[in-house]
């Protein structure tokens, strides 16, 4: 993760998934958003390419290092999973609570949950789960940053602020297998 003010030119590129029309932006060969598929390639295209810490957002070819991420994700949504840890990203331009809350999300396995009050207290702030679950809301990276893995104390899906919301938040935890989730338990 870098720090400071924003001065490379940032990219996007939008790509099919098992799960719909997913987008990525990125800087050299780091990841600074991903978008979960909206209604139609338009407002995917439109969200993936707002501005950027001040910088435009333009449509872009992915080099090798993007390339490989989008395979990964790729073949994550299609079930093979792989918790995405290896693609570099860059949250500069996010708050320093909110990184150290996506770096304890970016922990979880898939397959994987944690309460929002799990992740307060591993960040020594118990009784924050409001404000980890504030964050969550704010990630600019979801999958690559697993928010959907974060789930109410009752594991129970509450709001999902990305698009498709909660039934987006079943879908992913139902393609990584996260028990409850999906195909009925046998136990």
Excluded at 40 to 47: C, D, F, Y
Excluded at 171 to 186: A, K, N, Q, Y
């Amino acid at each position: 993760m870098s720090s400071g003010t924003r001065t490379e030119p940032v990219a996007a590129a939008l790509f099919d998934t098992a799960i719909g029309l997913c987008a990525i932006a990125w800087h050299g060969d780091t990841v600074v958003r991903f978008q979960l598929p909206e209604a139609s390639e338009e407002q995917t295209l439109a969200r993936i390419t707002r501005p950027l810490g001040g910088m435009p957002v333009d449509e872009g070819e992915p080099g090798p290092t993007i390339t490989t991420a989008i395979a990964g994700i790729r073949a994550h949504l299609a079930g093979a999973l792989d918790p995405l840890r290896w693609i570099a990203i860059d949250l500069r331009d996010t708050p320093e609570f909110h990184r150290a809350v996506y770096a304890v999300t970016r922990d979880i396995d898939p397959g994987r949950t944690l309460s929002y009050g799990d992740i307060a207290t591993r960040l020594g702030a118990p009784g924050s789960a409001q404000a980890v679950g504030q964050a969550l809301g704010r990630n600019p990276i979801p999958l690559i940053v697993p928010c959907h893995r974060v789930l109410a104390a009752d594991h129970a899906l509450h709001g999902f602020s990305a698009p498709g919301g909660i039934g987006t938040k079943a879908r992913l935890l139902e393609i990584e297998r996260t028990p409850g989730f999906g195909e009925p338990m046998l136990f």
